[in-house]
């Protein structure tokens, strides 16, 4: 335990990484996994304690040395508003601003916020972590849609500023209409990224007309459900789209009742092996709904617990 939350200490001290293409390729140092427990009818699953869970990557059981479950924990939550100009047509900024009023209106003690707006290639921070959810509020409230979108690029720089917020359970609210024609990331640079991570991303889609399938090319006023799902599964959260603010509510109630009920497992790699990347899966021992988390990471092995003990003295 004491190891795993060195660990985390360091992590929560790393700098904000401005290059998110040198970053996909960067091997992780501590793998923390989110984890929601759902039942049959889609509701969180309080109550669980580690000898509950087993953690699996590639198929072979892991050793995780940091475990932690609480249904009162604060939650740092970092915000991506999508400003570009696509988001000023009928009414999604609108949507946004109904949706991050919900976000803070049922925040707890403790629980802080951060407000990072997108347009024209740049990312801008608006609001640094602050436990003032008015704050958020009242900034995007000034936000003029305009220019192009850069979604990839300001989604791959969120991870490292989540690190920036006091609470160990983190998430990403992505607000977006999901289109892009401005990155230098590409859609599977995007994704390369995302599997190292262990914040959980949330995309709210704003949608205004017809949703846009995978096969076809998205128009102004749809929504890339493929794409924001993917991220979603990436990450371990989970996507709402919506055309209607009034539904805004009851989809950020979904995903606050996710973080309150989130466990955490973590080990550290071994060194050993090639960095690449590496399916995480969980079994619970009892039986549950569905189990939500990061779909892997990418770095060196874990620590297998059916793995042969090393001799004193032996090299890997």
């Known amino acids: 335990m004491a190891c795993a939350l060195a660990a985390l200490a360091g992590l929560s001290q790393a700098p904000p990484s401005d ?22 009818r889609g509701r969180a699953v309080a109550g669980l304690a580690q000898k509950d869970f087993s953690l699996l990557v590639e198929g072979r059981p892991v050793s995780i040395d940091f475990f932690s479950a609480s249904e009162t924990a604060p939650v740092s939550f970092t915000i991506l508003l999508d400003g570009s100009g696509s988001m000023g047509l009928a009414g999604k900024m609108e ?71 006091a609470n160990g359970s983190r998430a990403i609210i992505l607000l977006t209409d999901g289109l892009d024609n401005a990155s230098v990331l590409t859609r599977e640079r995007l994704e390369e990224l995302l599997q190292g991570i262990d914040v959980p991303v949330y995309p709210i889609g704003l949608r205004t007309g017809s949703a846009t399938p995978g096969g076809g090319a998205p ?17 371990g959260g989970r996507p709402a ?54 779909s892997g990471y990418r770095g060196t092995e874990p620590p297998w617990e059916d793995a042969p003990a090393r001799k004193k003295g032996s090299r890997k």
Not at 119 to 130: D, K, N, Y
């Open 219 to 235: 128009g102004e006023r749809d929504v890339d459900l493929q794409l924001l799902g993917r991220i979603a599964f990436v990450t």
């Open 95 to 165: 949507g946004a601003r109904a949706a991050l009023e919900a976000l803070v209106a049922q925040a707890r003690p403790g629980d802080d916020f951060a407000l990072h707006v997108f347009a024209e290639g740049a990312v801008r921070e608006l609001v640094p972590f602050t436990t003032d959810g008015a704050r958020i509020v009242r900034a995007a409230a000034g936000v003029k849609p305009w220019g192009r979108t850069a979604f990839f690029d300001a989604l791959g720089r969120m991870p490292d500023r989540t690190l920036l917020g």
């Open 241 to 294: 789209v919506t055309e209607d603010p009034k539904e805004l509510p009851g989809a950020v109630e979904a995903i606050e009742k996710d973080l309150r009920a989130q466990y955490l497992l973590g080990f550290t790699p071994t060194g050993g092996g090639p960095v690449k990347f590496r399916d995480i899966s969980i079994v619970i021992a009892r039986r549950i709904g569905a189990i939500r988390t990061r």
């Open 19 to 40: 290059s998110p293409k040198k970053a996909a390729a960067v091997s992780v140092g501590y793998v923390l996994v989110p984890v929601v427990v759902a039942d049959d």
